[in-house]
């Protein structure tokens, strides 16, 4: 049983290479993927780089060459319901591309057009596990709910409320509904945890840089309690 990680960024993924113990590394498309052991559970760790274009090739490759049982996706998001804050965190249920546009066609606005689903649910198992581990952030929400995914950084609070009440959205980011679809295409199941930096919906999209740092290691806590429990 082997589960792929993926992050965005370095600093999503810098407190869990901390505990990894390397036993393989293959570089491919400009991406370091490294196998090991963390918390004595076989992973691969991968930053993918930002957008769904790199998320894409990285899941894929994460898929084929290392033939991962399960994906996790972890990392940081922007609040677009007004009462998800900096620190809350988020387990999608499901996503959406939110810059998926073919309505001109009459498809529904985030409809990836011919696809036989509009959204991408995450297994069931993970979310419930991460559900139940998130209990233990003290301070701080934990909430599941719809990511949703665009190659765009969503800091107008106008954008950041218009994505809550279209898709019923939670969080935006700019890779996790990506990552869901090669799972789905793929019939992998996966789970996307994000932890929230910034809120543009409430004015707070300026506080990203502030609260990464307890973000992340929000996230990185119930990911460590969830592959200890696996
Ligand atoms: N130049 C910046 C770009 C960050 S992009 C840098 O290199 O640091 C923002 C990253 O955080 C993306 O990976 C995205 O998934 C996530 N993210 C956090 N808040 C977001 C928001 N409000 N909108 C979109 N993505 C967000």
Redesign the pocket.
């Given at each position: 049983m082997t589960i792929g990680i993926i992050g965005?960024?370095d600093e999503e993924l810098e407190l869990l290479l901390k505990e990894l113990n390397i036993k393989e590394k293959k570089t491919k498309a400009n991406m370091d993927f490294k196998y090991g052991l963390l918390w004595g559970k076989e992973v691969v760790i991968v930053r993918c780089g930002?957008g769904k274009v790199n998320a894409a090739i990285c899941t894929q490759i994460l898929i084929d060459d290392f033939d991962v049982d399960k994906v996790i996706n972890v990392?940081?998001?922007?609040g677009t319901e007004k009462d998800v804050l900096p620190g809350d965190v988020v387990i999608a249920d499901s996503l959406v591309q939110h810059d998926m546009d073919t309505t001109v066609f009459g498809d529904k606005l985030g409809q990836i057009p011919r696809l036989d689903t509009f959204d991408f649910k995450c297994d069931r198992e993970l979310v419930l596990k991460a559900k139940e581990i998130c209990g233990d952030i003290e301070g701080h929400k934990c909430l599941i709910g719809r990511i949703v995914t665009g190659d765009?950084?969503?800091?107008s609070p106008e954008k950041s409320r218009w994505l809550c009440s279209e898709f019923k959205a939670l969080a935006?980011?700019?890779?996790g509904g990506s990552i869901a679809q090669v799972c789905y295409l793929n019939k992998k199941p996966f789970v996307v945890i994000r932890s929230i930096?910034?809120n543009?919906s409430i004015g707070a999209h300026m506080e990203?840089e502030k609260f990464m740092g307890i973000s992340i290691a929000n996230s990185t806590n119930i990911l460590k309690k969830m592959i200890q429990n696996n």
């Open positions: 965005a960024m930002i990392g940081i998001a922007g765009q950084f969503v800091n935006c980011e700019m890779e930096s910034d543009a990203f």
